[in-house]
C-alpha cells in the first residue's frame, strides 16, 4: 500500500531493530542485484557468517543478508546470534518486499521467543507486512482485513509502545480503505437498482466506519436510496443526521436539494 506513511514505517523499522538490541543495519533499498546463487552455504563461524549478512544489507542487497541470517540459525542453532539472526531475518525479508516471508519469519521467532523483549517488533514487523500488501478498492480485501487484526493486535499487547502509535494511525488509513471498498459496492448496487443492498453496505460504512472520510458520502446515499424505495420519512432522517454531522459539505447540500426536491414534486402532484 502506497502511502505518506511508508517511508517513515521503514526509517521507523530500521531505529527498532537498532533499538532491539542486535547489530543494527541500515534499511537497505528494495533490489539491488540480490543473487542468491551468489550466497555459499559453506561452514563459517558464527561472527563472520553474521556480518557478511550484515553487509548485504547495508549493500542493498536484503534477499541475499536473509538467506545468510537464516544460515546463521542453520548452522548455530544454539548460539545467542541464533535469536538476533532470525529477527534480522524478518527485517530482511520486509526490506526485500518479500513480506509472506517477513511474517513466517517473524511468526516463528515469536513461536520460539514468545516472551523475548523484542516481541513486539515482532508483531509490528507482521503487521506492517500486511499493511505494505494492501491492494486498491478494486481487489478482494482479505489483505487488508489481516492488517487490520495484526496492527489491532500490535495496539492491544503493546498500548504504550511507539508501535502500537504507529499502528493507530494506520488503523485509521485501513478503515478508511475498507470503507471505500464498501461503498464501491453500495455504488454498484445502486447503479444496479438493487436499492436494499446497496443500502446494506452504505449503513455499514455508517455503523463501523463512522470516522472515516466516507461516512458523510455514505449518509447522503442512504438518504438516495431511501427515496428510490419510496420512504421517504428515512431519506429525511439520513439527511436530518447529516446535516447535524456535516454541516456546509456538499454531501449535505445534495441531501437538503434532494428531499426538496422530493417534497416539492409529491405537493405537485
Known amino acids: 500500500m502506497t502511502t505518506p506513511s511508508h517511508s517513515k514505517s521503514k526509517l ?8 532491539a538490541s542486535l547489530l543494527t543495519a541500515g534499511c537497505a533499498s528494495r533490489g539491488g542485484g540480490d543473487d542468491i546463487k551468489n550466497t555459499a552455504y559453506v561452514a563459517r563461524d558464527v561472527e563472520s557468517l553474521y556480518a557478511e549478512a550484515k553487509r548485504r544489507l547495508d549493500r542493498g542487497q536484503p534477499k541475499i543478508a536473509a538467506s545468510l541470517f537464516d544460515e546463521v540459525e542453520r548452522q548455530h542453532p544454539y548460539s545467542p546470534w541464533a535469536r538476533r539472526a532470525q529477527l534480522m531475518s524478518a ?56 492488517a487490520l487484526t495484526a496492527l489491532n ?43 436494499i443492498a446497496a443500502q446494506i453496505r452504505f449503513q455499514n460504512v455508517v455503523d463501523n466506519f463512522q470516522t472515516t472520510s466516507h461516512a458523510a458520502e455514505a449518509l447522503y446515499r442512504l438518504t438516495e436510496t431511501s427515496l428510490a424505495l419510496g ?13 447535524a454531522n456535516y454541516p456546509g459539505s456538499e454531501w449535505y447540500e445534495k441531501a437538503y436539494d434532494l428531499v426538496r426536491k422530493h417534497n416539492a414534486g409529491t405537493s405537485a402532484s
Open 91 to 146: 527485517f530482511s525479508y520486509y526490506v526485500a518486499a518479500d513480506y509472506n516471508k517477513s511474517i513466517a519469519a517473524s511468526q516463528r521467532f515469536l513461536s520460539i521467543h514468545p516472551g523475548n523483549k523484542d516481541a513486539p517488533y515482532a508483531y509490528y514487523l507482521i503487521a506492517l507486512s500486511y499493511y505494505e500488501q494492501i491492494s486498491d478498492v478494486q481487489r478482494d480485501q482479505k489483505i487488508t482485513e489481516q
Open 153 to 195: 493486535e500490535v495496539k492491544r499487547r503493546f498500548p504504550s509502545t511507539e508501535y502500537a502509535s504507529d499502528a493507530q494511525l494506520k488503523i485509521d488509513l485501513v478503515q478508511d480503505h475498507l470503507a471505500g471498498k464498501e461503498m464501491e459496492i453500495g455504488r454498484y448496487y445502486e447503479r444496479s437498482g438493487k436499492w
Open 231 to 243: 420512504i421517504p420519512n428515512e431519506a429525511v432522517k439520513y439527511a436530518a443526521v447529516l446535516g
Open 12 to 19: 521507523f523499522l530500521a531505529a527498532a531493530v537498532a533499538g
